[in-house]
């Protein structure tokens, strides 16, 4: 296993068709060829805006690493960390990656961005969605082992009063070829 120090890393080109550097990587990104993308978070607010620069806000992090741009552009984003209560936020306390920005109707299109924004966030407690018209996170599947009082813990300590899907779905396990 090879650990990147940077998404230019030749690591990042194993066994791939085509690899590109940095430089390729953000035209293909700023004129829209990217379709999605994975970034990290810090802080993730109720639109999925994300902070990755500044925490609270003198506690200063390593910064977007390209992610404001990508965030900005790619047609779907989609988020991966580990799930933990502080990092769900109404508000993040700086946006790094902008999400549907206030949750308005077009309000990524009135702030000059191309992108879709994100659509999912996933993590180790479930698997969260975007409402298509309020922009508004949502728990939207759950692990099989996950019991109702889990699943309430997780809406309990959310501070904008996160909603579940009114079907939750069951994410399959993986099966034994996987």
């Not at 191309?114 to 975007?130: E, L, Y």
Request: net charge negative; proline share 5%; charged share 20%.
């Amino acid at each position: 296993v090879t650990s990147m120090g940077s998404p230019g890393d030749n690591a990042g080109g194993f066994m791939a068709m085509c690899h590109q550097g940095l430089f390729d990587l953000f035209r293909d990104q700023q004129v829209g060829l990217i379709d999605q993308a994975c970034l990290g978070f810090a802080q993730i607010d109720k639109f999925g805006n994300v902070g990755v620069s500044y925490v609270n806000p003198m506690i200063r992090m390593n910064g977007s690493g390209g992610g404001g741009d990508i965030s900005s552009s790619a047609k779907s984003v989609v988020y991966i960390g580990e799930y933990h209560e502080r990092q769900f936020r109404e508000r993040v306390d700086y946006i790094t990656n902008p999400g549907f920005l206030d949750g308005s109707p077009n309000a990524r299109q009135k702030a000059g961005l191309t992108g879709g924004g994100p659509s999912v966030v996933v993590t180790d407690r479930g698997i969260f969605r975007f409402d298509p018209e309020t922009h508004e996170m949502y728990l939207a599947e759950v692990f099989p082992w996950q019991d109702e009082e889990d699943i309430s813990r997780i809406v309990e300590a959310n501070p904008w009063g996160l909603k579940v899907a009114d079907h939750l779905k069951i994410i399959a396990l993986p099966s034994e070829d996987e």
